[in-house]
């Protein structure tokens, strides 16, 4: 049983914990599971900023001395985690492959003061065989037709945002991150010539 005198401090001790952080003195537990992530990684995967303890951005330097890596999320913002022998690493062999500027993804944990990666997943490398791979110019031809007489359909693949900026003549908007609840707009014909662009790709 407590006594009056403790029951006092205990008192003044939560009257003192409720004013900290009413003020906002206390580190709140947002600030513990915050997203940090470039415009550029938000354009495309918008669901990033629903995460907890994220940053996204492009890979800049690596240090084995100092077992961290630096991601640059704005011009002149950088962050920097650490990593351990446990932190998983997706799309490259190992952490040691990463060059600068890959995209990344990292998934941390806060020890301390650092940020501590979990997981770092690398943009992957995209390959596209080259008879899948039309020209500018033979794209440009078929452009001018227009897409029933040049018996095409052309898709931006970009951001919404991208394609309302613009986008070529004759093209329907479809970004990346949207195509698997799109699927239905494709064409029925299995042979018939679809082309996706967008603003390029590693």
């Not at 995209?126 to 898709?155: C, S």
């Amino acid at each position: 049983m407590l006594q009056p005198k403790q029951t006092s401090r205990l008192g003044k001790a939560l009257g003192l914990t409720a004013l900290i952080t009413a003020l906002g003195l206390a580190a709140p537990l947002a600030a513990q599971a915050k997203v940090i992530a470039s415009s550029k990684c938000l354009k495309c995967h918008a669901e990033i900023k629903d995460m907890e303890n994220v940053v996204a951005g492009e890979f800049q330097s690596l240090s084995n001395k100092a077992k961290s890596i630096t991601v640059e999320v704005a011009d002149g913002q950088v962050e920097v985690l650490k990593f351990t022998p446990q932190t998983t690493v997706d799309n490259v062999p190992a952490i040691k492959a990463l060059q600068k500027p890959i995209p990344v993804q990292v998934s941390y944990q806060m020890k301390g003061k650092d940020m501590v990666a979990t997981a770092i997943v690398a943009k992957p490398v995209i390959k596209v065989p080259e008879k899948q791979l039309i020209g500018v110019e033979e794209l440009a031809g078929l452009v001018a037709e227009g897409p029933e007489k040049g018996g095409f359909t052309l898709l931006d693949s970009r951001p919404g945002i991208r394609y309302q900026e613009g986008h070529i003549p004759g093209a329907a908007m479809m970004p990346f991150p949207k195509m698997p609840e799109m699927m239905a707009k494709l064409p029925k014909d299995k042979n018939a010539l679809i082309i996706f662009y967008c603003e390029g790709f590693r």
